[in-house]
């Protein structure tokens, strides 16, 4: 199976490095020295990586036959795309591939059908799953241990436990105006409290 690891950046320095933005939560296994990777579009690889090292938090890569700016600089925004065995696990128990989630039917914990996973967006604060709703619109659902509760592979689901209005805007109208109403409520009810102290001076 191929997967996309990551897209070549702009160039660094005038020896031919680049940036690149990681899409694999395995850099140092698909993306270190020595790795043989094809490109998207085909025509500029396959690309051997020759060197790789962080700065300021970005990864920088330099390939094999690109020795200067120029070189590197033609490669930006090629992807690169990594030949990985579908059997193959992360090694952490609880981390997936992204070709293992996508697909995946999206439900509450009482079976309630939200969709299926489509794609998976990886942002530097989360991940974020994008999950296509059965009239066709689409809702992102943050990978974060609050909110997806389960991750089935054998039954291919993914349950979650979404806080109100993050998937329809509707539960978000209802909780808010349950929330005025009690609101109302409790303001009805210490009223007269407030006024208990005028009625007992009264009294005396």
């Given at each position: 199976m191929e997967l996309v690891v990551a897209r070549i950046g702009r160039a660094h320095g005038i020896k031919g490095e680049v940036t690149v933005e990681v899409r694999t939560d395995e850099p140092e296994l698909r993306l270190g020295p020595g790795a043989v990777l094809r490109t998207d579009p085909a025509t500029a690889g396959p690309l051997t990586i020759e060197t790789g090292?962080?700065?300021?938090?970005?990864?920088?890569?330099?390939?094999?036959?690109?020795?200067?700016?120029?070189?590197?600089?033609?490669?930006?925004?090629?992807?690169?795309?990594?030949?990985?065995?579908?059997?193959?696990?992360?090694?952490?128990?609880?981390?997936?591939?992204?070709?293992?989630?996508?697909?995946?039917?999206?439900?509450?914990?009482?079976?309630?059908?939200?969709?299926?996973?489509?794609?998976?967006?990886?942002?530097?604060?989360?991940?974020?799953?994008?999950?296509?709703?059965?009239?066709?619109?689409?809702?992102?659902?943050?990978?974060?241990?609050?909110?997806?509760?389960?991750?089935?592979?054998?039954?291919?689901?993914?349950v979650i436990t979404p806080p109100p209005g993050l998937i329809d805007e509707r539960d978000a109208i209802v909780v808010s105006t349950r929330d005025e109403e009690a609101a109302d409520a409790d303001s009805s009810e210490d009223t007269p409290g407030s006024k208990g102290p005028k009625g007992s001076g009264d009294d005396a």
């Open positions: 090292r962080v700065h300021s938090g970005r990864l920088l890569l330099r390939f094999a036959g690109v020795k200067d700016r120029t070189g590197a600089e033609a490669l930006r925004n090629i992807l690169l795309i990594a030949e990985v065995d579908p059997a193959e696990l992360p090694e952490e128990p609880d981390e997936y591939y992204d070709h293992q989630l996508m697909d995946l039917d999206v439900v509450l914990e009482d079976g309630t059908e939200i969709g299926r996973i489509t794609e998976i967006s990886h942002l530097p604060s989360q991940d974020l799953f994008i999950v296509e709703r059965p009239d066709g619109t689409e809702v992102m659902i943050p990978f974060v241990e609050e909110i997806v509760a389960e991750i089935d592979l054998d039954e291919q689901r993914c």
